[in-house]
Each structure stands twice: as C-alpha cells, then as structure tokens.
C-alpha cells in the first residue's frame, strides 16, 4: 500500500541559484512552484474525478456543466489571491 506523503507548503533552505541573473531566478522560482501546484491539483482532481464516476455519485459531464454560486465565486478569488501572493513571494522579498 502507498504511504501517503506531506510536502512542506514553503521551501526551506538556501534559495537555489538558476542563472546569473537574480530576477530570471526569481522568474524560475514561481515557475517551479506554479507548476507543483498544478502537478498535485491536476492528481487530486483526476483522482477525485475517477472515484465519483466509479461509484456513480457523478459524470464527468456534470462537473463540466456546473455553475459556482456567488459565495463559492468569492471564496475561488480568496484562494487565487492567496496562492498569487505566494507566487509573487520571490518578487517581494527581493523588493524589501
């Protein structure tokens, strides 16, 4: 059986050095984390996807037709803010 694995939200340790120019570096950083990101919700939704159509809770079709109400709308933009600040991060300290 597969254990399952906690990654850490924040890296920890020395920044890693790409290239010789600080903001491409920077650049870099938020790419490899947007694409963890994506990488894991992609897993987490296929999964989820696949459990739901097996035991015939809901389609694929469903989940394409569905409309979020206002409030989950405004908890989405919560969350997108959040993880752009988390994106930007490099930026940010670089600034300060």
């Known amino acids: 059986m597969n254990e399952k694995t906690k ?3 924040v ?5 890693p050095k790409y290239l ?3 903001s491409i570096d920077n650049l870099m950083a938020m790419i490899m984390t947007l ?16 459990m ?3 035991k015939e809770i ?3 079709k469903e989940f394409d037709d569905f ?3 206002d409030d989950l709308e405004m908890m989405r933009k919560d969350r997108r803010h ?9 930026i940010k300290k670089e600034l300060e």
């Open 35 to 50: 694409t963890q990101e994506i990488s894991v919700l992609r897993d987490r939704i296929d999964t989820l996807e696949r």
């Open 58 to 60: 809901i389609s694929t």
């Open 7 to 9: 990654l850490p939200r």
């Open 20 to 22: 010789d120019d600080g």
């Open 82 to 90: 959040e993880l752009l600040e988390r994106v930007l991060l490099p």
């Open 67 to 69: 409309v979020p109400s």
């Open 11 to 15: 890296a920890k340790g020395k920044k």
């Open 52 to 54: 739901l159509e097996e």
